[in-house]
């Protein structure tokens, strides 16, 4: 069959199926389960519209139970099985974790990441955000800023590959280096700074989005606020640090901690650049270092990811509940 | 503590909008004025342009006799009340009202004193550990007037400060501000709004902007008994004065008039020149100045189409002469509703008739007046 014609069926039988579901599903509901008649009829309308709404919740958390809340289980209890998954060793994964330095230098160096990449992309965005408001070429400034956004993780980490190469007819960071007379190196073989090296890349694509986010949350800023301060005597940095960045401060953090959670899921940088030597190691690409060989040590990684990552996420979402309010 | 002169000011956007022109104004230490005018004629511009957020693109003006032109705002001795309140939303009042001070680097005990002194004037000190999210409008309102106080401004500047209040509040705290002044009888107020008894019970002058500039200044009385042009005569008072069409037909210390609509023929205590004779003019009567009458020197009569009794008053709107034109207005104490459909004759006293040629008032012949070519209304 014509692949076309494959795709305008499943459309079709989708979006159908989604419409029919809620047609159907009320119907049944309306008609005869509950029907508004006869003498209950007050009383069955009542008890309809209670059930409405986790009637058209269903599909999605049936979906997201499915996808979402049976792995995280699913995954727990793998983890306490061994590489073949043929015997159940407690905490024998989580123990053997511990132990491994490379676990080690992985968690120390996820550390340093989750400090550095979203307070950095957070402090540029804001300061880009800032500086870019009034200029008439803030508008292209800003695009372009904000274009590594669409590249993929891998994508950025090829163009990096680029800027860092030890050849100084290819890296720009040798060819200058060569140029004042140094010789070339591999940044990415320095140790320790080559973590940084690599998060300089997430930051690069993370700062289009803390920028257009608190660009929004800026312009939101009351204009008069601003000017009181100007009358108050306050300079254009008090403004800036005492006026307006504590008015947004729900949407800092909001910015902060989903980079925060994005830190703790991306492995693409570290695994196209480096593949995890010259310890630069994270815990997402110690994770994929294990996947589809010891599951079980595997399924242990994710799940510290997950308690690490759980706490910053619960923040993240009180935050941007408060804002949305 | 400071009188402004502004001289020649204007006002232009982008280099070709021009929304002030020719802005000609002496304010003396102590005064409080008022600017009111149409929607977008300019006022809260021309308060921005004092303030120093907005910046004077032609003209110059002086407080305390400096240039100030191109001193920034904080420098000009000078503190704003806006109508949105704009108080700092992440501080406490104590906080908001101590910022000013803080950023000057005042000690601790310096800011604490004003601070207390200004919550104690406005009845704030219960409120000062609040956030403004935790204040009512009003509450609010005083905070933001506290905000300025604490500074010891030599100008206060308000734009709209009372418009985000329900009437009573609005009411209360216009005779807030007005106590505010008596204790404060040094300082220079400026102040923006729409509403005509804040104009005229607040201020000692009143400045009416419109059309780009300064149709008249003067006392509120005077504004009220001897407008210098129709627009201004339409625009102080309400219901707006009713301007007949009429010629003189007598001149000298006081003028008689002949008027066109209704036919009657009064006098007004304006004087005249022995060549304004048969001159068309516009005679004003203000609806609460006419009086019903049987003599034959009514000003006006017509047919009563609707009556509007307010209790105290009587409105009666008379039918139109022509359906562009406005209806005459009667304003009579106390409840006349038989009135409706009736034929009435009015008339007013003489030094209640206004006249006007040309759209300027006799009385201001011999000056410049500014007419603003726009709608009052
Ligand atoms: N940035 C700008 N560029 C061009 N025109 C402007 C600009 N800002 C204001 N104006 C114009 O200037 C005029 C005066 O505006 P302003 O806000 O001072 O009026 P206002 O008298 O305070 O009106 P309101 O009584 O409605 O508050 C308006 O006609 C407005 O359209
Ligand atoms: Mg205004």
């Known amino acids: ?325 | 503590m400071a009188d402004l002169k502004l001289t020649d000011v204007e006002k232009t956007y982008g280099g070709t909008v021009q929304v002030l022109r020719d802005i000609n104004l002496d304010i003396d230490q102590g005064e409080l004025i008022v600017f009111v005018g149409p929607s977008g004629c300019g006022k809260s511009t021309l308060l921005r342009m004092i303030a120093g957020l907005e910046k004077i693109t032609g003209g110059e003006l002086q407080i305390d006799g400096q240039v100030v032109n191109d001193v920034p705002p904080s420098e000009r001795g000078i503190a704003m009340v806006f109508q949105s309140y704009a108080l700092y939303p992440h501080m406490t009042v104590r906080d908001n009202m101590a910022f000013a001070l803080k950023i000057a680097g005042k000690s601790k005990a310096e800011i604490d004193e004003a601070v207390n002194a200004a919550a104690a004037k406005l009845q704030l000190e219960n409120f000062l550990d609040r956030l403004p999210k935790a204040l009512s409008g009003g509450q609010r309102q005083r905070v933001a007037i506290g905000r300025s106080i604490v500074r010891d401004p030599k100008v206060y500047l308000f734009d709209e400060p009372l418009s985000n209040l329900d009437a009573a509040l609005r009411v209360a705290t216009r005779i807030e501000i007005a106590q505010l002044k008596e204790q404060m009888p040094e300082s220079t107020m400026i102040y923006v709004t729409h509403d005509q008894v804040e104009a005229m019970t607040l201020a000692s002058r009143i400045v009416v902007l419109a059309g780009g500039g300064v149709a008249q200044v003067g006392s509120p009385l005077t504004l009220y008994e001897k407008p210098n042009s129709t627009f201004v005569a339409q625009f102080i008072g309400s219901p707006a004065m009713n301007l007949l069409g009429g010629k003189i037909v007598g001149t000298g210390e006081t003028t008689t008039l002949e008027l066109e609509e209704g036919g009657g023929t009064i006098t007004s205590h304006y004087p005249s020149k022995p060549e304004d004779m048969g001159a068309p003019v516009k005679v004003g009567i203000r609806p609460e100045d006419m009086t019903e009458t049987d003599a034959n020197d009514f000003a006006y009569h017509g047919t009563v189409e609707i009556t509007e009794a307010l209790g105290e008053v009587t409105l009666l709107y008379f039918q139109k002469s022509a359906p562009d034109h406005d209806p005459v207005i009667g304003k009579l104490s106390g409840i006349h509703k038989e009135l409706r459909g009736q034929d009435v004759k009015l008339t007013a006293a003489p030094e209640k008739v206004h006249v006007f040629k040309d759209d300027i008032s006799l009385l201001y012949r011999d000056e410049t007046v500014f007419l603003p070519g726009v709608q009052p209304h």
């Open chain 1, 1 to 325: 069959m014509n692949p076309i014609f494959q795709g305008l069926i499943t459309i079709v039988v989708g979006v159908g199926g989604c419409v029919g579901y809620f047609y159907f599903a009320n119907l049944i509901l309306d008609r005869f389960i509950f029907p508004a008649k006869g003498p209950e009829a007050g009383r069955n309308i009542n008890r309809a519209n209670q059930v409405r709404p986790w009637l058209f919740l269903f599909p999605a958390m049936f979906a997201l139970s499915l996808y979402l809340v049976y792995p995280v289980f699913g995954s727990f209890i793998r983890s306490l099985y061994n590489r073949a998954g043929t015997e159940f060793i407690g905490f024998g994964n989580y123990l053997n974790l511990f132990g491994d330095s490379a676990f080690q230098t992985a968690f120390f160096n996820n550390f340093l990441w989750v400090l550095v990449v979203p307070a950095m992309a957070t402090f540029l965005g804001l300061l880009v955000a800032q500086l870019t408001d009034r200029l008439a070429w803030g508008n292209i400034a800003k695009s372009l800023i904000f274009m590594p956004m669409a590249i993929s993780f891998v994508g950025a980490s090829l163009i990096w590959r680029f800027v860092y190469a030890a050849d100084p007819d290819i890296g720009i960071i040798n060819a200058i280096r060569v140029y004042f007379g140094a010789e070339a190196l591999d940044p990415l073989q320095v140790p320790f700074w080559n973590n940084f090296f690599l998060m300089v890349i997430l930051i690069w694509i993370q700062t289009g989005f803390a920028m257009v986010i608190l660009s929004a949350a800026l312009r939101g800023i009351p204009e008069e606020t601003v000017e009181a301060a100007i009358i108050d005597g306050a300079n254009p940095f008090q403004v800036f640090f005492r006026i307006k960045v504590p008015q947004i401060m729900g949407t800092i953090v909001v910015v902060w901690t989903t980079i925060t959670i994005l830190v703790l899921k991306v492995f693409d940088i570290v695994y196209a650049m480096t593949g995890g030597n010259f310890d630069t190691e994270i815990l997402p690409s110690y994770m994929m270092d294990f996947m589809f060989r010891d599951d079980g040590r595997a399924t242990a990684v994710a799940f510290v990811i997950m308690i690490v990552v759980l706490p910053v996420m619960i923040w993240n979402i009180v935050q941007a509940r408060k804002e949305m309010r």
